[in-house]
């Protein structure tokens, strides 16, 4: 091997050197990198600790109704007194003075049908009923004539002035006008009965309120064709619907397993979604002595201590079943705050109020129990929200973030 050859095997120790320090520098600015991330993720967490899942609910009026409620159930405002007004004829509907809303007394005018041959029918059983009246003065004037003659033939008979055969013929006159009378007197009974029952069908064409109430639907207009069966395809069986606001009571299934709990009389207080924020009073009008068998449930009806006009036919209702009547005082709402909310903290009672992700502790004054509730004399405001059974650990200032 020559000289050149061997020069070329000598190991190079400035460039070994070299080529070993970078590997070293690039490994140790990335360990420091690695290191200052993890300092920064330390300082963020320490500054900015990450959100406390919890669960929130909201400060609101409470009722003392609330802790004596046995039982919940819902239903439906109905009216017990309802009717669909329909004609006892078929006839063309020529006016209609009621829509939606419209309040009625009892026998007021609803509507009108077509009336011509009715009032001809009337008109022609009127004048027959006349000529009847007419015909009875006739026949009764015969019959006064009779008996005078009668008379005189009796006192003709027994002078022996007259024969037996003329005596007869003035008698069965006399009969004969007798006849008559009753007769026409039959007759016009005939005609009186067939005219009081054109006028009944007279009226039948004016459809009336059968009791005081409100109309609810309309189901016809001018120029309909209304019939008692409404079997024509273009005819209507009801002209409108009415109900007597007066007889609305909240019907309510209520289960099998739960009705024991309840007692005709009882008290109950009534929340309608229509009226939120307002309870009514009421009481167990009617237990419905069947259970119906698909529901597993009984029937109740609660009825209202005093109407409201606001209250409708037909609102959802939610009846409260309570142990006792209530106080004038206990049917006002009172601000509460759910009892699992409250917590001792440095020797006084606070809740977290939950505010842009921040817990913030708010001391408050609570008064008497009710239900789930804590009676609030101080504090949060109404709608506020706070934590539900805060953490241990939790303080003020502390940011929380609502569980979903």
């Not at 008559?180 to 039959?186: E, F, L």
Request: charged share 25%.
């Amino acid at each position: 091997m020559t000289e050149n050859e061997l020069s070329k095997l000598k190991i190079d120790k400035a460039a070994w050197s070299g080529a070993g320090k970078r590997p070293a520098g690039r490994a140790l600015r990335v360990a420091l990198a690695v290191a200052a991330g993890v300092l920064l993720i330390l300082a963020v967490r320490h500054i900015f600790p990450p959100a406390v899942e919890v669960d929130t609910s909201a400060v609101s009026q409470i009722y003392p109704s609330q802790g004596l409620t046995l039982l919940n159930s819902s239903g439906y405002v109905t009216a017990q007194r309802k009717a669909s007004v329909a004609s006892r004829t078929t006839a063309r509907l020529v006016w209609l003075g009621v829509e939606e809303g419209s309040r009625l007394r009892k026998d007021e005018v609803i509507a009108r049908l077509e009336q011509d041959d009715v009032l001809a029918a009337r008109d022609r059983a009127g004048a027959t009923f006349k000529a009847n009246q007419a015909d009875i003065e006739r026949v009764q004037s015969e019959l006064t004539d009779a008996a005078q003659n009668l008379e005189r033939m009796k006192l003709l008979l027994a002078d022996k002035s007259i024969a037996q055969a003329d005596y007869d013929a003035a008698e069965a006159r006399f009969k004969k006008a007798q006849a008559g009378v009753s007769v026409a007197r039959w007759t016009a009974g005939s005609s009186g009965a067939a005219l009081r029952e054109s006028t009944a069908a007279l009226g039948y064409t004016l459809l009336r309120a059968p009791f005081d109430g409100v109309v609810l639907t309309k189901n016809a207009d001018v120029g309909d064709i209304v019939t008692p069966l409404g079997a024509a395809a273009n005819a209507k069986s009801s002209v409108v619907t009415i109900a007597d606001l007066g007889s609305l009571l909240v019907e309510t299934d209520v289960s099998e397993s739960n009705v024991s709990k309840v007692k005709a009389g009882a008290a109950c207080e009534i929340m309608l979604d229509a009226l939120p924020g307002e309870r009514f009073p009421g009481l167990v009008h009617m237990i419905v002595p069947t259970a119906d068998r698909t529901k597993g449930s009984v029937l109740v009806k609660v009825k209202f201590r005093a109407l409201d006009p606001r209250i409708l036919p037909e609102m959802s209702a939610k009846v409260a079943f309570l142990s006792r009547e209530l106080s004038e005082s206990e049917r006002v709402a009172r601000l509460g705050v759910p009892a699992a909310a409250v917590v001792e903290q440095g020797g006084r009672k606070v809740v977290f109020q939950v505010a842009d992700g921040v817990a913030s502790a708010v001391p408050v004054e609570t008064g008497a129990r009710i239900g789930d509730f804590l009676e609030l004399a101080s504090g949060p405001k109404a709608g506020a929200r706070v934590v539900m059974s805060p953490p241990a650990g939790l303080k003020s200032g502390a940011r929380v973030m609502a569980k979903k």
